[in-house]
């Protein structure tokens, strides 16, 4: 199969959560099972810089850009071919791909990311002069949404599919924009794109493509209701037979106690008592007092209300009250957040440390220096920093929501018992339900040492590589060029 991989951000390249682990690392586990794909991302300053030596091979008129717009093949890893879309008034910026130095939206995203759909459009119709036709493109989120919709009117067009990371995010923006980016009106429709009276990028993914997936099958539940569905909650359900969760997988290369260059001491299932030297050497980076006995807890991400760090700081003062615990902080977000964090670690300096930034090796040292990772999320759709914790011996407390749920099992006496306990688990995003799950990890903490190592060594033993997910993609892809969607506006009589 030929397959036009699009996203707006990609690991190694450009990175803000965990969209760049998956697209960095899904495109490679499909092409490693024998099919052509090839990725295509905007041309951000930091994604020509780690990918040069880049090759221009077309140049594309597109509305929404008064120059031609510039197609730069290079390649991520040793094979994986990449495409970036060059406008530079459009990405030639600095820094995070969606937002300003002060943390708020670019003004102009419509413009930039409708351009990006524009360009993977022209591309996966072989408009660019490659030589090229992809069988299908796999979209990712809504800065790729409006691709279906471009090519839902297409003769000979590929197939589409469109995977929701996170129906949170979904590009919604007024009449006015829509009308200022030139776009087909008859999209402009409640079948289409429009969304309230507004115009909603994410509708393009949802209502044009062949087949949707999110990634995990609990979230794809979830937001088939209106507790999670963010009143799109409607058309999932309408779609639901197009509609499949996918758990994502992870980049075992990248992340592997075993060899991963970021940390002191590798370790693995049968090594795991060496681990601790990780905390050792954490302790010391970050300024807390040496205790291999301390209980450390980790958590890192983006500061955001879907994350629960405000559930952490809330049961802070109960977990200071047991002695030798120590709790590892590291993120970056909202800046209320950001100096709550930094407030609770200065009034604890030998409890608490709070690193405030985006830092992927101290992500890695975390992992393998933390007891337990705490993730507290009000809602997942997948998460990633509870497989990596799993992998690195980590003991993960989560809430049961989304990926959560399909990736933990909670330590009870039965599942204890027959070893498939992974991590404790609890039912409600509220303090006091994280509260009773810390307390079971601080309980279990002080059994026998030999309980703890078998718990961490169970979840170090689960495998959550991308073989299985990479391999659903492909029967997902098939059906989707087998059985292409009917375009939601063609019943309305709009050709
Ligand atoms: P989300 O995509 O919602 O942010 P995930 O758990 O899927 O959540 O992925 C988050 C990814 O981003 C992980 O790879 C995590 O390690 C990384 N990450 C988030 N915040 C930071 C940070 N401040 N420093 C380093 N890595 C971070
Ligand atoms: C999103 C979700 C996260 C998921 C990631 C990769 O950002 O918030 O749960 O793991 O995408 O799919």
């Keep these: 199969m030929k397959i036009l991989f699009a996203a707006s951000e990609a690991q190694p390249l450009i990175k803000t959560g965990g969209l760049a682990d998956v697209a960095g690392s899904l495109p490679q586990a499909i092409a490693g099972l024998g099919h052509d794909v090839r990725l295509v991302l905007p041309a951000y300053p930091a994604a020509v810089e780690k990918s040069s030596p880049?090759?221009?091979?077309?140049?594309?008129?597109?509305?929404?850009?008064?120059?031609?717009?510039?197609?730069?093949?290079?390649?991520?890893?040793?094979?994986?071919?990449?495409?970036l879309i060059d406008a530079p008034h459009l990405f030639d910026r600095r820094g995070n791909p969606y937002t300003t130095s002060a943390g708020t939206d670019w003004p102009d995203n419509a413009q930039r990311f409708s351009l990006f759909c524009r360009a993977i459009a022209a591309l996966s119709m072989n408009r660019a002069g490659l030589g090229w036709n992809p069988d299908l493109v796999h979209c990712n989120d809504w800065q790729t949404g409006l691709v279906p919709a471009f090519l839902a009117t297409e003769e000979n067009r590929p197939a589409t599919l469109f995977t929701i990371h996170n129906l949170a995010y979904q590009g919604v923006f007024d009449r006015a924009t829509f009308d200022s980016l030139n776009l087909d009106p008859a999209l402009w429709s409640p079948q289409g794109l429009e969304f309230h009276r507004n115009f909603s990028f994410i509708k393009g993914g949802l209502a044009f493509s062949d087949w949707i997936t999110t990634v995990s099958p609990t979230y794809a539940r979830e937001i088939c209701t209106p507790a999670l569905g963010y009143g799109l909650e409607g058309l999932l359900q309408h779609r639901v037979t197009r509609l499949q969760g996918v758990?994502?997988?992870?980049?075992?290369?990248?992340?592997?106690?075993?060899?991963?260059?970021?940390?002191?001491?590798?370790?693995?299932?049968?090594?795991?008592?060496?681990?601790?030297?990780?905390?050792?050497?954490?302790?010391?980076?970050?300024?807390?007092?040496?205790?291999?006995?301390?209980?450390?807890?980790?958590?890192?991400?983006?500061?955001?209300?879907?994350?629960?760090?405000?559930?952490?700081?809330?049961?802070?003062?109960?977990?200071?009250?047991?002695?030798?615990?120590?709790?590892?902080?590291?993120?970056?977000?909202?800046?209320?957040?950001?100096?709550?964090?930094?407030?609770?670690?200065?009034?604890?300096?030998?409890?608490?440390?709070?690193?405030?930034?985006?830092?992927?090796?101290?992500?890695?040292?975390?992992?393998?220096?933390?007891?337990?990772?705490?993730?507290?999320?009000?809602?997942?759709?997948?998460?990633?920093?509870?497989?990596?914790?799993?992998?690195?011996?980590?003991?993960?407390?989560?809430?049961?929501?989304?990926?959560?749920?399909?990736?933990?099992?909670?330590?009870?006496?039965?599942?204890?018992?027959?070893?498939?306990?992974?991590?404790?688990?609890?039912?409600?995003?509220?303090?006091?339900?994280?509260?009773?799950?810390?307390?079971?990890?601080?309980?279990?903490?002080?059994?026998?040492?030999?309980?703890?190592?078998?718990?961490?060594?169970?979840?170090?033993?689960?495998?959550?590589?991308w073989d299985s997910s990479a391999q659903n993609y492909l029967v997902i892809y098939q059906k989707a060029i087998d059985d292409p969607a009917q375009n939601p506006l063609t019943g309305l009589g709009i050709p």
């Design 247 to 465: 758990l994502n997988g992870i980049d075992y290369l990248l992340w592997d106690p075993a060899t991963d260059p970021s940390i002191v001491q590798h370790f693995d299932q049968t090594t795991f008592e060496r681990k601790v030297s990780n905390k050792l050497a954490l302790q010391q980076e970050l300024g807390l007092p040496q205790n291999e006995d301390a209980q450390m807890f980790g958590h890192i991400g983006r500061l955001v209300e879907q994350k629960g760090v405000d559930l952490i700081l809330n049961v802070l003062p109960g977990m200071l009250q047991r002695p030798d615990l120590q709790l590892v902080l590291l993120g970056s977000g909202d800046s209320g957040l950001e100096r709550s964090l930094l407030q609770t670690a200065g009034a604890h300096p030998s409890r608490v440390a709070a690193v405030i930034g985006y830092d992927e090796q101290l992500a890695h040292r975390i992992e393998a220096a933390c007891d337990c990772f705490l993730m507290p999320s009000r809602f997942e759709p997948c998460g990633l920093n509870q497989l990596y914790s799993l992998r690195y011996g980590t003991v993960p407390i989560v809430h049961r929501t989304g990926g959560l749920a399909d990736t933990v099992v909670d330590a009870t006496p039965k599942s204890l018992l027959n070893a498939s306990a992974t991590g404790f688990v609890f039912d409600y995003p509220h303090e006091s339900a994280l509260w009773r799950a810390v307390e079971r990890a601080i309980d279990f903490w002080s059994r026998p040492k030999s309980w703890w190592s078998k718990l961490a060594i169970s979840g170090m033993s689960q495998d959550f590589s």
């Design 54 to 83: 880049l090759v221009e091979v077309a140049k594309l008129a597109l509305p929404g850009s008064a120059d031609p717009v510039r197609i730069l093949e290079g390649h991520l890893g040793p094979q994986l071919p990449l495409y």
